[in-house]
């Protein structure tokens, strides 16, 4: 099975900070990688899909790369509705994994 | 409008059995895989497996194979997740989601989730 590594686990920002959070697979995905935000008590939010497309209505300022084992996701100054747990998502085949979260806190 | 609606809250006793619900809508409910994924409480998320109405073919998470059946009923577009014997380690929010077109491929569309609780 295909295992995804997620870091940092917990990451402290401000509003208005650059983060950049990295998931990393035990072996290549090519570009089938997804993430997600989701927030207390909710159901999870797709934003990117394909390693960098964004999801309709997820706004610019978050952006994700990479390919084969090695992926980022980028959120360009901070807004306070960010504040959340992020997931990665491989679906290289028709098993998935997901990352184990980092949860974004305000610093 | 694309939706998943799904069952309400369970409070069941360990070696009990539970069967929940996914009701699809705004959608050929036949043409898209339906997925179940477990989030234990504080925890992250975890894929279960997943079911293809159109072809009744399903599919399963090595760690969780046996322990639980996926089915759906395409009359009423709806995907279910079953226990025959629920165990207290089976206390977790359970999410339906379905992929975007051409599967595999990344949840676009959750269910809210249902809150499974076994205690005795």
């Known amino acids: 099975d295909i295992q995804m590594t997620q870091s940092p686990s917990t990451l402290s920002a401000s509003v208005g900070d650059r983060v950049t959070i990295t998931c990393r697979a035990s072996?290549?995905?090519?570009?089938?990688l997804a993430w997600y935000q989701q927030k207390p008590g909710k159901a999870p939010k797709l934003l990117i899909y394909?390693?960098?497309t964004l999801e309709s209505g997820v706004p610019s300022r978050f952006s994700g790369s990479g390919s084969g084992t090695e992926f980022t996701l980028t959120i360009n100054s901070l807004q306070p509705d960010d504040f959340a747990t992020y997931y990665c998502q491989q679906y290289d085949g028709y098993s998935y994994t997901f990352g184990q979260g980092t949860k974004l806190e305000i610093k | 409008e694309v939706q998943l609606v799904q069952s309400g809250a369970e409070v069941k006793k360990p070696g009990e059995s539970l069967k929940i619900s996914c009701e699809t809508s705004g959608y050929n409910f036949p043409n898209y895989w339906i997925a179940w994924v477990r989030q234990i409480p504080g925890k992250g998320l975890e894929w279960m497996g997943s079911?293809?109405?159109?072809?009744?073919?399903?599919r399963y998470s090595p760690p969780f194979q046996g322990q639980f059946t996926i089915s759906d009923d395409r009359s009423v577009s709806t995907a279910y997740l079953q226990w025959n014997t629920l165990k207290a380690s089976d206390t977790a929010m359970y999410y339906c989601a379905r992929p975007l077109p051409y599967s595999p491929n990344a949840f676009d569309i959750w269910g809210q989730g249902t809150m499974v609780t076994v205690s005795s």
């Open positions: 394909k390693a960098s």
């Open positions: 079911i293809y109405p159109g072809g009744s073919e399903t």
């Open positions: 072996q290549s995905i090519r570009h089938w």
